[in-house]
């Protein structure tokens, strides 16, 4: 067996350590806005839920219970605005970078196998690839891809890194197009509460998959809607031929949910007032670091939605890593992202009002 080194990339954020030690010794303390990591409480109501299940001496269910299913199907109806949600068509995980690592391998995915992906993304994408020894390659536009041996295609919008959202138009042709070629779509939706200047569409709604889920699966998450990052709380939706499989896979990998989280995230998915509070939230620092940037001498590009600023000074995005982190300001480098965002870096909205009002002076 080959070593864990020559099957998976260097681990990314490894890389930035010097530059995280820089910004610390900044006499304000460092403003981290490199890893999008929620920082705000944990609201009262899912707090509350979590701990009126702690006491659950038993195993959970990979399926999840009745409550968490319905709950599952009912936002993603009212959400989403699909139809016809039943309990087959929904399956709890364990956070959604699990299920990005190792959904190629759950697939029977392997050497000759084909995964795409956004030409600028996360790199799980390419992780799960190589976990699973399948062949993997980037795109600008899926439609452009040689279907032959392509098993696996990625969408991702909102985008992370990017903030870019497909319109609904561009998301129908895909899934055309996916379907014309027997092309399985995965399509990561974990920011679509969070569009700021566009409405994210998920391909589960009608006027996409012409209301027949076949062969398309979405993947969404609360570690950003509810902050729920710490209870690893996520799901799939989309097609029951899929989602099955995986289903039995997971029951035999023990691969489940906690109990009281399963509780937590009923509550979470009941509740909107919590979410459009931390939208809220999230607003109002997007504006205070978008300005800042533009005033400090950025370009802000894509950046419609999710709960980064894609931004440039049109430099190496290393020196740009350099130059923010002598301002006590760390942020993560375009490159880790893929090739193209050589030259950019991806600000994160994800600290206190108090350190972004720091970065904010410090930029001007």
Not at 103 to 127: K, W
Not at 158 to 174: C, D, F, M, R, Y
Not at 214 to 221: L, M
Not at 271 to 276: A, M, S
Request: with cysteine; charged share 25%.
């Amino acid at each position: 067996m080959s070593a864990v080194s020559d099957r998976l990339p260097t681990f990314p954020w490894d890389k930035l350590e010097p530059y995280k030690k820089t910004a610390t010794a900044h006499p304000g303390g460092i403003v981290d806005l490199s890893v999008g990591t929620p920082v705000d409480p944990v609201p009262d109501l899912i707090q509350k839920a979590l701990i009126d299940a702690a006491d659950s001496p038993g195993y959970p269910t990979v399926w999840g219970t009745p409550a968490l299913r319905d709950a599952l199907t009912g936002w993603v109806e009212r959400r989403l605005g699909a139809r016809d949600v039943t309990h087959r068509h929904v399956l709890p995980i364990v956070g959604s970078k699990e299920l990005v690592a190792w959904l190629p391998t759950h697939l029977g995915l392997g050497p000759g196998d084909r995964v795409a992906y956004p030409r600028l993304a996360y790199p799980t994408y390419e992780v799960g690839a190589r976990l699973a020894r399948a062949d993997y390659e980037v795109y600008d536009d899926p439609r452009d891809l040689d279907p032959a041996g392509l098993k696996l295609l990625w969408l991702n919008s909102p985008s992370n890194p990017t903030g870019k959202v497909l319109s609904k138009q561009e998301l129908t042709e895909t899934v055309a197009w996916a379907r014309e070629h027997g092309v399985l779509i995965f399509s990561d939706e974990c920011y679509l509460e969070l569009g700021w200047e566009a409405d994210p569409v998920s391909v589960l709604h009608p006027d996409v998959n012409g209301g027949s889920y076949d062969g398309i699966v979405a993947v969404h998450s609360l570690s950003k809607r509810s902050n729920l990052a710490g209870y690893r709380a996520a799901f799939l939706a989309g097609d029951p031929a899929v989602l099955a499989p995986l289903l039995e896979i997971r029951k035999h990998g023990g691969m489940m949910t906690s109990a009281p989280t399963q509780a937590a995230v009923v509550a979470a998915l009941s509740d909107d007032t919590h979410v459009q509070e931390q939208r809220d939230r999230y607003k109002a620092r997007r504006t205070l670091l978008r300005e800042a940037l533009t005033g400090h001498g950025f370009r802000i590009e894509h950046s419609e939605a999710s709960l980064y600023l894609w931004a440039t000074r049109d430099e190496s995005c290393w020196d740009t890593v350099a130059h923010l982190a002598d301002l006590g300001i760390l942020v993560a480098p375009g490159d880790f992202y893929g090739e193209a965002g050589a030259n950019f870096v991806r600000v994160a909205l994800t600290a206190t009002d108090e350190r972004v009002r720091a970065a904010v002076i410090r930029l001007r």
